[in-house]
């Protein structure tokens, strides 16, 4: 967490105004707590609601944004913040929506990547792990809204 965030402080440092962390709901919001407390700069704090999982264990593939930001941030340096990058689908189609609301600078941060899973070509611009693809729980992560509270991340067995 210590390293994703000086990663983060280097690169943000040319910024003019507090960068926006935006997180993306449910699931980030554990990862964005304990990533904003290592930040040791002064940063905004917004959310996205975004769903595609449902009660599924696979992305629909259909995003829904439950609820959008609160503030503009239009010429403000964004970083998106996601707890796993699966198909690609998701963050790609969030962060094209993200983007056309006019950040001067947009980058990614993910926490775990699936591999072998994307069918898309995207590439955060910050990653805490890569993990095997098993569906995962815990630490925000969830299965039919059970399992977020869970202190770490564990694969749902067969």
Same mark, same amino acid.
């Given at each position: 967490m210590r390293?994703? %965030?000086?990663?983060?402080? /280097? =690169?943000? %440092?040319? %910024?003019?105004e507090?960068?926006?962390?935006?997180g993306?709901l &449910?699931?980030?919001?554990?990862?964005v707590a304990?990533?904003?407390r290592?930040?040791?700069?002064?940063?905004e704090?917004?959310?996205?609601?975004?769903?595609?999982?449902?009660?599924?264990?696979?992305?629909?593939? !259909?995003? /829904?944004?439950?609820?959008?930001?609160?503030r503009?941030?239009?010429? /403000?340096?964004?970083?998106l913040?996601?707890d796993?990058?699966d #198909?690609?689908? #998701?963050?790609?189609?969030?962060y !094209?929506f993200?983007?056309? &609301?006019g950040?001067e600078?947009?980058k #990614?941060?993910i926490?775990?990547?699936? &591999?072998g899973r &994307?069918?898309?070509d995207?590439?955060p611009?910050y990653?805490g792990?890569?993990?095997?693809?098993?569906?995962?729980?815990?630490?925000?992560l969830?299965?039919?809204?059970l399992g977020?509270?869970? /202190?770490?991340?564990?694969?749902?067995e =067969?």
């Amino acid at each position: 967490m210590r390293e994703l %965030a000086r990663d983060i402080e /280097r =690169d943000f %440092a040319k %910024a003019k105004e507090e960068p926006i962390v935006v997180g993306l709901l &449910k699931g980030s919001f554990i990862f964005v707590a304990d990533l904003i407390r290592e930040i040791n700069m002064p940063i905004e704090v917004d959310f996205l609601w975004v769903s595609s999982y449902g009660q599924s264990m696979e992305s629909s593939g !259909n995003i /829904r944004i439950v609820k959008d930001l609160d503030r503009d941030i239009e010429g /403000r340096w964004v970083l998106l913040v996601d707890d796993i990058l699966d #198909t690609g689908l #998701t963050i790609r189609e969030i962060y !094209n929506f993200v983007k056309m &609301k006019g950040p001067e600078v947009l980058k #990614t941060c993910i926490l775990l990547e699936k &591999k072998g899973r &994307k069918v898309v070509d995207f590439k955060p611009d910050y990653l805490g792990f890569e993990v095997p693809n098993k569906f995962l729980v815990g630490y925000g992560l969830d299965w039919g809204e059970l399992g977020r509270n869970l /202190r770490g991340v564990y694969a749902v067995e =067969d």
